[in-house]
């Protein structure tokens, strides 16, 4: 199975072999509004395997606050050490000194805004100021983060604590340490962290990688191999199986499972939900186990499969969907807020994936479906005309909508009206609410191919796209044009504005597979360029073949850093993610030798996986 599959789509370019071009065509943006819903209900199937299994450490800081109190009148100054939180064992008050006399009295420090307040009179005297810090004891003076002072009241209690500065969400729209760690993930560089390269005499590709909220990283790849991820080799069933390992933030191995049978299985999209909840989803051949039992291909043509595990691998519930005597391709997959999990792709023929059978048009038609966190059906709905249409990404936003992109050629209607195609394939975007109904669509393109791969949404519902284009695109913000292949970006509001755009490579192109976000918004791309490549912060120059590259851009737009890896053999960056402390990962595949930071490593045959984070 070849990750680039789509039966229409255009052989890709060697993209960075001149500056963009012109052309003469037309582009094309059409956007529509109005709402369709279809639901129903259904049941799931449970699995089993082989695993191995590391023991991690954990542990996490404390908090406090602090107080040093100044009596008296204007003539008085206090003396505090910033740097001082609480009270302490050998000494437990602080002073204020009389400016005038010399005169130095004793305060007890603990009476700070979480201490030893009691909201009763006599707590204080009127006039009183202290200096006060709600926040974690550790991040006052760090960054941004400030004490403030408050005054007692003439009630004799007191008042609120103002002018701190608390720790915030890093935002790289303003400049500053915002979550006051110590580091401004919006001004670095991107230090490698740790890497690990893995594979046999077959083919291996790191294929997708997802963190959760405890910045562990989970890697999803698939493997002809043996091959060890750190917990001991891993053997294969006989064909591409594929493989499901998590490491902890500072890259030491915590576990790996391998799924498969003698036949080929393929993993196309993993993501962790708010509870630790790993779902995965891509096609198989024959028959694969994820802990609760086969599932099976009747037909042996490829079918999809769509799973749900615990935190620690472990088997919660798993389905398969197949579309005889057509296939099924899945094409993105991601966990709300709820824990509902929300699913597309591609298909042909008869497809039912709970509620109902839904017939493919043509070619193939693009469906979406939900499940709820315990894997029942809620809704699913499909669109297409006798021409090929298909999800390649989606994302659910905070309060449970859903976004999803993809390409089609001919006439779409996602359920808020038709989206015409301009002509070889244009990319479409489109936002459903919680219950599967359209909110609104729009189509981006001209009579050349315009391809999206990749979505994702940030804390504040913005959208990001990236993909493949040729000819010329309007995505809101005017015409980018192109003679020759070259990756684009496009980043939306959550009612579908414009925000940016921008191709990606200045001196050239480059093709990205995978985008993300970090928590503070930058947005993360990785792919593979040849040639040179120049995202904003210099050239890139290919070593031959093409090469790997991962860039961090901010969310406005502007070049963060851009880093490229390779030699004169061939290396992609397949999958990204960013963690909510701001540290980045990556996957794909490599031949020949690749060096990720830590010193060169070689490919033992075929195509040799590799995954690589990173700080901020």
């Given at each position: ?11 890709l ?36 395997n ?68 009691t ?19 550790d ?108 490491f ?23 993501v ?60 993105g ?12 792709g591609?298909f ?59 390409g ?30 359209a ?98 912060g ?60 830590d ?18």
């Open positions: 199975m070849s990750r680039f599959r789509y039966v229409l789509l255009p052989a370019v060697a993209a960075c072999q001149s500056e963009p071009g012109t052309t003469s065509a037309t582009s094309g943006i059409e956007s529509t509004t109005a709402t369709t819903s279809d639901s129903t209900t259904a049941t799931t199937s449970d699995s089993t082989e695993t191995t299994l590391d023991t991690p450490t954990t542990g996490g800081p404390g908090t406090m606050s602090i107080g040093s109190e100044s009596q008296g009148s204007a003539s008085e100054t206090t003396t505090v050490d910033p740097t001082t939180v609480g009270p302490t064992t050998s000494d437990p008050t602080d002073t204020t000194t009389d400016a005038t006399t010399g005169e130095t009295t004793a305060v007890d420090p603990s009476n700070g805004p979480d201490s030893t307040d909201g009763e009179p006599g707590e204080c005297s009127p006039g009183d100021t202290q200096d006060c810090y709600s926040g974690p004891p991040t006052l003076g760090v960054g941004l983060c400030a004490a403030g002072q408050r005054t007692c009241g003439p009630d004799e209690t007191w008042g609120p604590c103002d002018g701190e500065v608390l720790p915030a969400a890093e935002s790289c729209e303003t400049e500053g340490d915002e979550d006051c760690d110590g580091v401004d993930s919006c001004d670095s560089d991107g230090a490698q962290a740790w890497s690990l390269v893995a594979g046999g005499e077959k083919d291996d590709e790191g294929v997708r990688v997802a963190y959760d909220g405890a910045g562990n990283l989970v890697l999803a790849a698939k493997s002809a191999s043996t091959i060890d991820l750190g917990g001991g080799p891993l053997a294969p069933k006989g064909g591409s199986d594929v493989l499901l390992a998590k902890s933030p500072t890259g030491q191995h915590l576990w790996s499972k391998r799924f498969g049978d003698a036949n080929l299985q393929d993993v196309w999209q993993v962790v939900g708010p509870a630790g909840e790993i779902v995965l989803t891509g096609d198989f051949n024959g028959s694969i186990d994820f802990g609760g039992g086969p599932l099976t291909n009747p037909q042996n043509t490829e079918d999809t499969y769509l799973v749900k595990l615990t935190g620690d691998g472990e088997h919660v519930w798993s389905k398969s969907f197949n579309s005889s005597p057509g296939s099924v391709h899945a094409g997959v991601d966990v709300d807020a709820s824990g509902n999990v929300l699913f597309g591609r042909i023929g008869p497809l039912d994936l709970g509620g109902g059978v839904m017939n493919s048009s043509g070619l193939s038609d693009a469906f979406v479906g939900k499940f709820t966190s315990s894997g029942a059906h809620v809704w699913s709905l499909r669109f297409g005309d006798g021409m090929q249409q298909y999800v390649t990404a989606l994302a659910a936003d905070a309060t449970g909508n859903l976004v999803v992109t993809g089609f050629q001919g006439v779409i209607n996602p359920g808020n009206g038709q989206l015409s195609s301009a002509g070889a394939e244009d990319v479409f975007l489109a936002r459903f609410d919680a219950n599967g109904n909110v609104w669509a729009k189509r981006f393109g001209n009579g050349a191919s315009q391809i999206s791969r990749g979505l994702a949404i940030d804390g504040g519902g913005r959208v990001t796209i990236v993909g493949e284009m040729g000819g010329s695109a309007d995505f809101g913000g005017g015409p980018l044009m192109t003679a020759q292949t070259f990756g684009f970006a496009a980043q939306f509001e959550s009612n579908g504005s414009h925000r940016w755009s921008k191709m990606l490579g200045q001196a050239g192109g480059a093709l990205p597979l995978d985008v993300a976000n970090d928590g503070a918004g930058n947005v993360l791309v990785t792919g593979n360029f040849t040639n040179l490549c120049d995202f904003g210099g050239p890139l120059v290919s070593d031959g073949g093409s090469d790997a590259f991962l860039l961090k851009l901010a969310p406005s737009g502007d070049h963060v850093w851009s880093k490229h890896f390779g030699d004169d053999a061939n290396q992609d960056g397949l999958g990204v993610a960013g963690s909510a402390a701001g540290d980045v990962a990556f996957s794909g595949r490599f031949q020949g030798g690749i060096n990720l930071g010193g060169p490593k070689t490919s033992k045959g075929g195509w040799d996986l590799f995954v690589a984070a990173f700080e901020p």
